[in-house]
């Protein structure tokens, strides 16, 4: 017999993220599932260690993995050909990181991105049209690679308080996702955030540096950090000393 999995009604509150099927359920992680996806219930469920992500024609699936793939953004790992990238983009003139001024572009762009071993894509207009809500709340934010007033790359997160989650990247150039992901970084670093979430462990995030946490340790962070002073989303060109120091740019 499968195991129970909770149905959400729109005034439902979320079960325990530890109530989540574990590894010999048929989908470990797996949280809930209903119907309703908005503003209100993303911030419930980031709140909660808790992200939405299912096909198309499935009801809204609601997971919590254990462990959690989280990357410090102290140890991020600059590898030697992103450290040369991030050198002359810092430098070059039209090149410039912003955040928030494209928010929803930055996910129909990672909509559109094909990835390995997925079909298709869960980021339906639904999902934008939620997370845009919960963009004009304040709480979800992009992360944009600009050259030459073009959006080449970039990647939307959710903050709340200090607590960060990555979500999707996107790349129309060589290595814009990871700029964006390196911007990132060095705003957190900045402002003193000590995780951010990767949600699932993949082979590129890993060979970034992130590693996996077991899930008590990433709902014990979460706590600690939802209702700490939000971040102030905005990138400063100061803010790559955290990952190019200023001698390293005449290096």
């Known amino acids: 017999m499968p195991p129970h999995l909770h149905w959400l009604e729109p005034q439902d509150p979320f079960p325990s993220a530890t109530l989540a099927w574990g590894p010999e359920d048929p989908a470990p992680g797996l949280l809930a599932a209903g119907q309703h996806l908005d503003a209100e219930h993303l911030q419930r469920a980031y709140s909660e260690g808790i992200f939405p992500w299912f096909g198309p024609g499935q009801p809204v699936l609601w997971w919590s993995p254990d462990p959690r793939m989280v990357l410090r953004p102290q140890k991020f790992r600059l590898h030697r050909s992103l450290r040369r990238t ?11 990181i912003r955040v928030d001024s494209a928010f929803e572009e930055v996910m129909r762009a990672c909509a559109n991105t094909a990835r390995p071993g997925q079909d298709g894509t869960w980021i339906v207009p639904g999902v934008i ?15 944009e690679t600009w050259i030459d007033g073009r959006l080449v790359g970039g990647l939307y997160c959710v903050g709340i308080g200090r607590a960060v989650f990555g979500e999707s990247m996107f790349a129309h150039q060589t290595d814009a996702s990871k700029i964006a992901l390196a911007a990132l970084v060095c705003l957190c670093r900045q402002q003193g955030v000590t995780l951010i979430d990767c949600q699932q462990n993949t082979r590129h995030l890993a060979s970034l ?11 014990q962070h979460v706590r600690q950090t939802r209702s700490q002073p939000p971040l102030r989303w905005q990138f400063d060109p100061v803010y790559w000393n955290a990952l190019l120091p200023p001698e390293a740019i005449a290096a």
């Open 86 to 96: 991030l050198l002359k983009f810092r430098a070059q003139r039209g090149c410039e």
């Open 129 to 143: 049209q939620a997370y845009a809500a919960f963009h004009a709340a304040g709480h979800a934010h992009s992360v």
């Open 209 to 219: 540096g992130a590693r996996e946490i077991a899930r008590d340790l990433f709902l």
